[in-house]
């Protein structure tokens, strides 16, 4: 399988940036990524953020026209702060708004505020997720539904829209420990992993999640093995650290406010994490993430605060001086 490349927009903004100005940006942006030849447009999804934050299916829907025909994603839906038959309904309607390029990723979340304020018991949210996304996958059959769980109960209903995909859109679930990355295997397509853990840790889990599908009867064969990483490419390292750090730590310090890790360990991600350098330390860091089985990297290229330009001249430098170095590059499966 060839490698696969795209690009997370951003829309988590300062609070005294102008809203409207950023979300236009983005257009403009969205523009360029198809141009250049990515692969995938991804936003991402949270409730009560310390900074502004458009929702991302609003989001999402605003850029279809300007996507051509890159797949579009979410990395990742919190999907267990609403109703599965809204989460179907709603998702449905965006795989059939942009012609079947929905990739539903979704994600139990962990902060404890956006729980607390939809009411849900935060020690639920693992049995919660995988409830909803049986509770979808049904409703997105077209079939009548009967379900009684835990904590969703649906009688004898039939989806009102089904997706444009056929059966059904593929299902990546974000996870971030060892045990409910093995979970995901039982639930989801595949395992989507998140943009700041370390490249052994990656490969390692990755190789774990391949075990337990090739348990469940699952072939992993030909099959896609997303990662989200941090990207940013200039001339030197040095250069492309002292342009890009205030604006990542903009980002990683709001982070703290709901897991202390993020600033704990931000010097060590940056190290053995990110994609952050020349075009050929950005290369050499991905080929090992490449060795080690993944094959779609979705790319968070800019961070709050940060001028436009700098991220189009990052993906637009990556299109140009690193990705065709792996046009042709078959990932290991």
Do not use: C
């Not at 950023?22 to 991402?44: K, N, P, Q």
Request: net charge negative; no cysteine.
């Amino acid at each position: 399988m060839s490698i696969k490349f795209g690009v997370m927009i951003n829309h988590q903004y300062l609070a005294d940036e102008d809203l409207g100005q950023r979300i236009d940006e983005g257009v403009t942006s969205t523009e360029l990524i198809r141009d250049l030849g990515y692969d995938l447009l991804f936003s991402h999804h949270h409730f009560l953020a310390n900074m502004q934050t458009p929702q991302a299916l609003p989001i999402l829907t605003h850029l279809v026209p300007f996507s051509g025909k890159m797949r579009l994603g979410i990395g990742v839906y919190i999907a267990t702060l609403e109703h599965p038959v809204a989460l179907a309904e709603h998702f449905a309607t965006l795989d059939q708004i942009s012609g079947g390029r929905l990739v539903w990723g979704v994600g139990a979340g962990y902060r404890e505020d956006e729980f607390r304020s939809f009411g849900i018991d935060h020690r639920t949210r693992q049995s919660r997720l995988y409830e909803a996304l049986e509770v979808v996958r049904q409703l997105w059959s077209g079939e009548e539904v009967h379900f009684h769980g835990r904590h969703f109960d649906v009688d004898g209903v039939r989806i009102s829209v089904r997706p444009k995909q056929r059966p059904r859109p593929p299902i990546w679930i974000g996870a971030n420990g060892p045990n409910t990355i093995l979970r995901a295997a039982a639930h989801g397509d595949v395992w989507l992993g998140s943009p700041n853990v370390k490249f052994k840790w990656a490969n390692g889990n990755l190789a774990a999640f391949k075990d337990q599908q090739q348990q469940l009867g699952i072939d992993t064969a030909g099959r896609e093995y997303p990662l989200i990483r941090e990207l940013y490419i200039a001339d030197t390292d040095e250069q492309a650290r002292a342009e890009v750090h205030p604006y990542m730590w903009n980002e990683y310090n709001a982070f703290s406010t709901y897991d202390s890790i993020y600033a704990d360990y931000y010097e060590e991600m940056w190290r053995k994490a990110f994609l952050i350098g020349s075009p050929d330390t950005v290369a050499e860091k991905l080929s090992i993430l490449i060795d080690g089985g993944w094959n779609t990297f979705i790319f968070r290229a800019d961070w709050a605060g940060m001028p436009v330009e700098m991220m189009r001249r990052s993906v637009s430098r990556f299109a140009a001086e690193v990705m065709p170095r792996f046009s042709s590059t078959l990932a290991a499966t």
